[in-house]
């Protein structure tokens, strides 16, 4: 079964969402009403080798001419020298205006594929096909787009929403277990967020899709795509609730900035994970949230295979990943804004949280480890 997710709002033109089973093989027949002329298909060495033969493939049946740019796998591609590298490869190709970049990869490519259409001649369509679930059922939908800096991640790029998302469950089978595990995270945190119901069925039958049971991927980035989509249509350029999809992020940013990025200690998914675990203890400690509702989101996340203790990730000094906290860049004014939770399914923005309970909660989060 193939499902059709729309996204529209105000300030963009409106598009969808496919997410089925064995869609990369249609890519063509979706891509050519979009493509008038070429194509190019932007990937990184590990999906190239997995799926580009068999997305260029589909496009030539279709009748569209599409020519593969591979960019090294992993976040270093998301730089400028990668950035000009792109581009400049696109106007060797003769792309115009009317050309169509193809995004095909995880979130590192879809950022960089995305950020290179935005810029190229002012603004080029590009199709969104994400082979990684963090990227299906998160950073594929709702047109951020952005390459990191030394002083920071994602601090240069451009909200440029894609033409056409497809999203093929069957090539998640080629992921490792820990990245689909990381991708189940961002899952999670959209039931956390906005859906106890979904949630629900997370820690139930759901649960199998963080051990790839294809049947309940496919509804888990269903559900998640609806969820972000009907976000991001209120408020795309983040004045207000798209925030909310910051859950756990903040923390868990804290976090990954303090193991160095590295994502053999910890994925961007298992920081996220970990994070919620936070947000979620750090509400009930406030008395914003009953304390069974943390204790629950722990042990849904828990089981699903990660982490939810800061010792599960490294060792930690409150006051730095406060510090960092209050830097992350949506801090405002100087004051800590988090995403915090009354319950499970119902995430709010909580401004001008005091640092000093947060670093508090931290200390005892670090000794009770
Ligand atoms: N990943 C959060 C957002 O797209 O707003």
Same mark, same amino acid.
């Given at each position: ?161 894609? &033409? #056409?998302?497809? @999203?093929?469950?069957?090539?998640? =089978?080629? $992921?490792?277990? /820990? ?5 189940? +995270? *961002? ?121 939810? &203790? #800061?010792?599960? @990730?490294?060792?930690?000094?409150? =006051?730095? $990943?406060?510090? /960092? ?5 949506? +801090? *405002? ?37």
């Amino acid at each position: 079964m193939t499902t059709t997710v729309p996204v529209s709002g105000g300030g963009f033109r409106p598009y969808e969402v496919v997410v089925g089973h064995g869609l990369l093989a249609e890519l063509g027949a979706r891509v050519a009403p979009l493509a008038q002329g070429r194509t190019v298909v932007i990937t990184d060495e590990t999906v190239g080798r997995l799926h580009g033969k068999a997305a260029l493939a589909s496009l030539k049946a279709a009748g569209v001419h599409g020519r593969l740019l591979t960019v090294p796998a992993g976040e270093a591609s998301k730089s400028f020298s990668e950035l000009e590298r792109v581009i400049d490869r696109m106007l060797a190709f003769q792309l115009d205006r009317k050309d169509v970049v193809v995004a095909l990869g995880g979130g590192v490519v879809g950022d960089l594929a995305g950020l290179a259409a935005a810029l190229f001649m002012r603004g080029i369509d590009f199709v969104q096909v994400p082979t990684t679930l963090l990227a299906q059922v998160d950073s594929s939908v709702g047109g951020k787009t952005a390459i990191d800096t030394p002083r920071g991640k994602n601090l240069v790029g451009a909200f440029h929403q894609p &033409r #056409l998302v497809v @999203a093929d469950i069957e090539v998640l =089978a080629t $992921l490792p277990e /820990r990245q689909l595990r990381s991708g189940w +995270a *961002e899952v999670l945190k959209h039931g956390l967020i906005c859906d106890s119901g979904f949630f629900d069925w997370l820690a139930g039958d759901g649960a199998a899709g963080a051990k790839g049971d294809p049947g309940a991927l496919e509804r888990a980035v269903v559900r998640s795509v609806e969820i972000k989509s009907a976000i991001v249509g209120e408020d795309e350029k983040e004045a207000g609730r798209r925030a909310l999809l910051n859950l756990g992020h903040t923390f868990g940013h804290a976090i990954e900035a303090e193991l160095g990025f590295d994502e053999a200690k910890l994925t961007h998914g298992e920081a996220v994970a970990l994070g919620c675990a936070l947000a979620f203890r750090f509400s009930a400690g406030q008395g914003l949230c009953p304390p069974g509702e943390a204790e629950r989101a722990e042990g849904v996340i828990a089981a699903a295979g990660l982490p939810t &203790r #800061l010792a599960q @990730a490294g060792t930690f000094r409150s =006051a730095a $990943l406060v510090k /960092r906290m209050a830097g992350d860049k949506k +801090a *405002e004014g100087g004051r800590m804004t988090l995403i915090l939770a009354r319950r499970i399914g119902e995430a709010f923005v909580a401004k001008e949280v005091d640092a000093a309970a947060v670093t508090a909660f931290l200390e005892r989060e670090i000794a009770a480890a």
